[in-house]
């Protein structure tokens, strides 16, 4: 978490300083190849979906337990999500997003324990996460379609005068998904983060000012225990929409 410090009397509050990446063993430079505390907590969050979804699952009981249920309720979740926006044709492509949507939702569970780090903070996780389903509906509509996956970019339903004007907002807005899906589920994330900090800072001020910020840190914590929910949620009905308009690209 941010520290805070006293200076001349008043408090100090450094809320975006627990977002900042750190080595976890040693000092120096941080290199592509160095543990630090992002990929730390990233790696505690594809050992909690294993522990949740191979070992918790591994008995395949007929009356679940409780652990079992839980994977079932989240893998059917997703999987009436993936049918009902993409089709019979999306189905193919579930487990990429059963992923995409497990990994986002523990990343951003975990990040709401005391002392973690919020990997889905970080616009350098968001941003490949984001370009990833970029690339690969992208392909996918190539491949399954190829020159008439252009048809995506042309509105024939609107006037002819209008449509190459369309088409140029179209294909601007097409090369914007991947901006706005990676800064939508970053920004979200930190920004709660940060005046859930803020609010803490003021829990420590005085006897007034505490139990109201108190009960502000139990509604912000509240609300981002939602947001979490909500954003993983959000990034992949968005990839289901994206591949959707791959799949069948005419307007």
């Given amino acids: 978490m941010a520290d805070e410090a006293t200076s001349g009397g008043g408090l100090e509050f450094h809320p975006l300083d ?40 591994s008995k395949r009981a007929i009356v679940p337990s409780r652990t079992q249920s839980v994977a079932e309720t989240l893998y059917g979740f997703v999987y ?20 995409l949507f497990i990994f986002i939702l523990f990343s951003n569970f975990l990040g709401l324990l005391p002392m973690s780090f919020t990997t889905t903070s970080h616009i350098a ?32 339903s609107a006037p002819l005068a209008l449509r190459p004007i369309l088409a ?3 294909v601007i807005s097409y090369f914007v998904r991947p901006v706005s899906h990676s800064i939508r589920l970053a920004g979200n994330l930190m920004a709660g983060h940060a005046v859930l900090k803020v609010f803490a800072g003021f829990a420590q001020v005085g006897f007034i000012i505490a139990p109201v ?5 139990v509604a912000i914590y509240a609300l981002e225990v939602l947001v979490s929910a909500i954003q993983a ?10 591949l959707k308009d791959a799949l069948h690209p005419s307007h």
């Fill in 213 to 217: 910020a108190i009960l502000g840190v």
């Fill in 80 to 99: 009436t999500m993936v049918e009902d926006v993409t089709g019979k044709d999306g189905i193919k492509y579930f487990p990429y997003i059963f992923t």
């Fill in 233 to 242: 949620y959000v990034f992949t009905i968005l990839t289901c929409v994206y």
């Fill in 168 to 170: 140029i907002i179209e």
């Fill in 18 to 57: 627990q977002f900042e990446v750190k080595r976890i063993f040693g000092e120096g430079p941080i290199e592509w190849y160095t543990i630090t505390n992002v990929t730390a907590w990233m790696a505690v969050a594809v050992v909690c979906i294993v522990l949740l979804l191979v070992i918790g699952t």
């Fill in 125 to 156: 996780v968001t941003a490949i996460l984001a370009f990833a389903v970029f690339f690969t509906v992208t392909i996918i509509g190539f491949v399954k379609n190829g020159a008439a996956f252009l048809g995506l970019f042309w509105v024939s």
